[in-house]
DNA sequence: CGGAGTCTCAAAGGCAATGG
DNA sequence: CCATTGCCTTTGAGACTCCG
């Protein structure tokens, strides 16, 4: 028993990874610290026969293995040490091994089974309806990129999760009971799937209503002026209704919510959720939403899907073509009404109103936060389009008013707070630079706008960081010669330029730049030590700080941005009311499954032109193309539709092999795959579907 | 002679991204 | 993780002129 134990143990393949020529180096050097044999194991891992003829054993393969997994993750030799001690002491023994190969290799077979001959659905109650039963081929996930693209924000099927031996995904047939799936792909034909909580890219959005399809229920979310959802999942009952569906939004990048994610995007991804929920809510929609990270699988074939946009969206500016959600749905009309965004800044303003320069200090942070909402080149797009509409000076005005309503919250109104006020204002309006500018400088380039740093491009971050570089120099310069002055004991305007050159260490030239903003450098002094004193810090730096929270989301779509092609706007196309869409032909990069020639979809998030819904149960096997629009022209029609055709007969013909393929073209023309064209065939259909 | 003021240009220096 | 690139201002050396 034991034996054969092991020679199971030993049939994974040698770990000949071709990842790379450094890899396999590290795995040697490894090996050789470990185990060395003088021969073929150390130069090319352990075989099947190495271990049968016991030049080794089961438990130095297990530490082979771990030893490259650690290298792999780049651990420091004591940590390697330390990870596989623990894994020895609780390493099973022969018997418990045993049972655990046994359970793979069932495991295996029930895949191979589920990929080879198929799934069969037994007529069943899901999700509260009753769901009829059919014999499918192949995953649903083939039909449209955005479903694979979904398949994609859930965990692996094992192991995936750091330090943890369990299976990470999680599926269920209902929301009550979740329990770990140790496969992928027999997870996803059940009811509830959990996505993956490291790195999220799905929003999902839960609405407690029933809609009579999935037309209404993507008209009405059109209706409250909201981006297309890629993908609605719910289930249809007996009378055709859809019930309680859960809409999904899919994110092309993912957002790492480890500890090492940025948290501006974390933040962003949040303030996101949170929006879509709140505008979703007439339909519905809860916001106290238990647990966003578990929803209706999509895949499933008892439920009823709706890919209604298949281009994943991003969640700030995308160069290459994604839409972005932060800009469809407007972002910064919600700042500062969410709790988190805007609470700390209060508290400062309320703790601000004691000490002897408190009008100043309160005045400067009312400016610093309202500035945001008036200057023209804010990167608020209703700031910005209300200033050029008024004019820069009629701008200025309003926000000295703005500030001065502010400062009167806090203060008494008098002369000497509407000269400050005026003055404050003018001075933040006059030096805004939209690209650093930020709540709380202190904190990095752009930490406190998730909003609008995400919506910079990689070149637009890398010149706000060159800027933002620039100015903590400056200031660092500026505050040397506030210290220079004091130490002298004058101030620095009234010292001569050399003499101040000399105690301050900075050359003339500079104090010749900075002759006019002196006085800056003494108000940024004061508040640095002002800072530093709540900070308990009392020492003096000037340097710039490190923790600059920019997360990079155009990190790994660095191919050529070929796909996006700006075209002219086609009357037919245009969707009344939607005054800043952009209209755009993106074409569909070719793979297995979407058809060897790719075609041309015209697509738009906020006004999509039809609705491919997969039903549940028998009804999989017809898929239906809907069309939601009337203001799109034939020809532009069937041009949009086309590359989806031709996804469904590939759909088709993995999935019920020589059987005809059928799906109705708005629910009463019927297309037929053309390789089993027959008209008879069509027509009886054709009857069925409608 | 030394301080004040001006100009030019290359180097510095910090931030963000990238690639191995 | 680390070296490197790209980016953007600031900075400083050095040269020059003017003036007391």
């Known amino acids: 028993m034991v034996k054969s134990a092991v020679v199971q143990i030993a049939r994974p393949a040698p770990a000949r990874r071709r990842s790379g020529l450094r890899l396999r180096m590290l795995g040697r050097t490894i090996a050789n610290e470990y185990f060395y044999r003088g021969g ?13 003829s016991r030049r080794i054993s089961p438990d130095e393969w297990h530490d082979y293995t771990l030893a490259i997994s650690c290298a792999r993750r780049a651990m420091s030799k004591l940590k390697r040490d330390a990870i596989m001690a623990s894994r020895r002491h609780d390493r099973p023994d022969d018997d418990d091994l045993v049972e655990m190969i046994e359970k793979r290799r069932h495991l295996r077979a029930e895949v191979k089974k589920r990929i080879g001959a198929g799934l ?8 509260g309806a009753f769901v009829d039963g059919v014999k499918l081929r192949g995953f649903r996930s083939s039909l449209d990129p955005i479903l694979k693209l979904f398949v994609s924000k859930l965990c692996k099927g094992r192991y995936t999760r750091r330090g943890s031996r369990l299976p990470s995904i999680s599926s269920s047939r209902d929301k009550a009971s979740i329990f770990p799936c140790p496969s992928k792909a027999l997870a996803l034909d059940d009811e509830y799937v959990t996505f993956n909580p490291m ?3 799905v929003f999902r959005v839960d609405l407690d209503r029933d809609f009579a399809s999935t037309e209404e229920c993507q ?17 249809s009952t007996s009378g055709g209704k859809l019930r309680r569906p859960h809409v999904y939004f899919v994110v092309k990048h993912s957002v790492c919510f480890t500890g090492n994610g940025r948290n501006g995007a974390k933040a962003l991804f949040k303030l996101i959720g949170t929006i879509l929920t709140e505008r979703l809510a007439p339909l519905g929609a809860d916001r106290f939403a238990t647990n966003t990270l578990r929803g209706k699988n999509p895949l499933c074939e008892r439920l009823t899907t709706a890919v209604v946009y298949s281009e994943p969206y991003s969640l700030g500016f995308d160069p290459h073509g994604c839409e972005s959600l932060a800009d469809l749905l407007d972002l910064g009309q919600y700042r500062g009404k969410f709790s988190n965004f805007g609470a700390a800044e209060d508290m400062l303003l309320r703790d601000g109103r004691r000490g002897s320069n408190a009008v100043f200090r309160t005045v400067g942070r009312l400016c610093a936060r309202l500035v945001h909402e008036f200057h023209p080149e804010s990167p608020r797009r209703s700031a910005r389009y209300r200033a050029n509409l ?28 509407r000269r400050q006020c005026a003055k404050s204002a003018r001075y933040f309006f006059t030096r805004y630079d939209a690209r650093i500018a930020s709540a709380n400088r202190r904190r990095g380039a752009m930490a406190a706008e998730p909003e609008y740093l995400a919506a910079l491009s990689k070149r637009e971050k890398q010149q706000a960081g060159g800027r933002y570089a620039a100015l903590k120099c400056k200031e660092a310069t500026l505050i040397r010669l506030a210290v220079a002055a004091e130490e002298i004991g004058h101030l620095a305007e009234d010292i001569g330029v050399s003499e101040l050159a000399r105690a301050s260490g900075v050359s003339r030239m500079t104090i010749y730049r900075h002759r006019h903003e002196l006085e800056r450098g003494r108000y940024l002094l004061a508040e640095m030590r002002e800072n530093g004193a709540a900070q308990g810090d009392h020492t003096i730096h000037a340097g710039p700080t490190s923790d600059c929270n920019i997360q990079c989301l155009d990190k790994r779509d660095t191919g050529k941005s070929g796909s996006l092609e700006e075209m002219g706007t086609p009357g037919a196309e245009h969707p009344e009311g939607v005054t800043q869409s952009r209209r755009q032909f993106i074409k569909r990069r070719g793979s297995r499954f979407m058809g060897s020639k790719s075609g041309k979809v015209r697509v738009h998030a906020l006004n999509p032109v039809f609705i491919l819904e997969i039903p549940g149960g028998s009804g999989a096997k017809r898929p239906r193309i809907v069309r939601i629009r009337d203001d799109v022209d034939e020809l532009a029609y069937e041009a949009a539709v086309e590359p989806t055709i031709r996804f469904i007969d590939d759909f088709g013909r993995e999935r019920m092999g020589n059987e005809p393929v059928i799906y109705a073209h708005n629910g009463a023309v019927a297309w037929k795959n053309p390789d089993f064209a027959d008209r008879r065939n069509l027509n009886s259909a054709n009857r069925r579907s409608s």
Do not use: W
């Not at 073929?40 to 049968?52: F, K, L, M, N, Q």
């Not at 008209?219 to 289930?235: D, F, H, Q, S, Y």
């Not at 004019?391 to 707070?417: K, M």
């Open 219 to 235: 008209e009405k979310i059109r209706e409250l002026r909201l981006p297309a959802p890629n993908i609605i999942t719910g289930v």
């Open 199 to 201: 790195m999220r890219g």
């Open 40 to 52: 073929s194991a150390a130069r090319r891992g352990p075989t099947g026969a190495d271990v049968a």
């Open 390 to 417: 008024v004019g820069t000076d009629h701008a200025l005005e309003d926000f000295e008013d703005a500030v001065l309503r502010g400062a009167q919250q806090y203060f008494e109104d008098c002369e000497q707070l």
């Open 120 to 127: 069969v659905l037994e007529p069943d109650i899901s999700c």
